[in-house]
């Protein structure tokens, strides 16, 4: 079984400050991991993925997130918090690999940029 | 390409009635998925697809029936819609190869109320 807690429902920071969202998983397999990014009223887009290769993995707009396996985590940052970065993350965790793998979502964290 | 569409983006149904929500891909993928978006509670998994002419139940596929006759579609069908299936429904596709993870491109949602 698998499992994705998000340690944070809601982040705010203000514009310009470093941005920090929280994950940890559980996992029985060698885990793949992502971070989902979904604006209001819009679909989910991917924005970066661990399949085991280097554990600093860099996405778009900036976003980086590091897999930590003692820790069991997979925080996401961003250097500086944008306006439009305003959105709900999900962090994602992957059973397999193959077409049957299923992904586990976490409930979501909420950020919140202020001016 | 369109990616992955969906059909209707909103709808209203009464307690009883019936519906399906069309799901299409144009990506040629094997995988597609039905997920629903409640507040607080993440997506979670109604039904899932490794291919044309085989599906499987998720982890709330409960007064849902899907069927996947070509690689395209994927309808989601609601049998005698309730006041709990009020949500947001997300349709998602993905490739699917042994060995290879592969990133879910998902499409932009449909708003279902029922009262």
């Known amino acids: 079984a698998q499992s994705v807690t998000q340690l944070d429902s809601h982040v705010s920071v203000s514009e310009g400050t470093p941005v920090l969202l929280r994950c940890n998983y559980s996992?029985?397999?060698?885990?793949?991991l992502f971070w989902y990014v979904q604006h209001p009223n819009k679909g989910l887009q991917l924005l970066l993925k661990?399949?085991?290769?280097?554990?600093l993995v860099k996405g778009i707009n900036g976003f980086e997130a590091e897999f930590k396996k003692s820790e069991t985590s997979f925080h996401l940052t961003k250097p500086s918090a944008h306006m439009s970065d305003a959105a709900e993350y999900f962090c994602v965790v992957s059973d397999g690999t193959g077409t049957a793998s299923k992904l586990t979502f976490g409930t979501g964290t909420r950020l919140q940029v202020t001016l | 390409n369109a990616g992955v569409t969906q059909t209707p983006k909103f709808q209203v149904l009464k307690t009883g009635q019936s519906m399906t929500l069309q799901c299409a891909q144009d990506m040629n993928h094997e995988y597609m998925s039905w997920y629903r978006q409640d507040p607080g509670m993440g997506l979670r998994l109604i039904h899932y697809?490794?291919?044309?002419?085989?599906?499987d139940q998720g982890e709330v596929p409960n007064g849902y029936n899907v069927s996947r006759s070509t690689t395209e579609d994927f309808p989601l069908r609601l049998l005698s819609a309730a006041p709990s299936q009020t949500s947001v429904y997300f349709c998602a596709s993905r490739r699917g190869r042994q060995g290879m993870t592969y990133e879910q491109y998902f499409g932009p949602g449909t708003r279902l109320t029922v009262t």
């Open positions: 661990y399949t085991s290769a280097a554990t």
């Open positions: 996992s029985s397999y060698s885990p793949s």
């Open positions: 697809s490794v291919g044309a002419g085989i599906t």
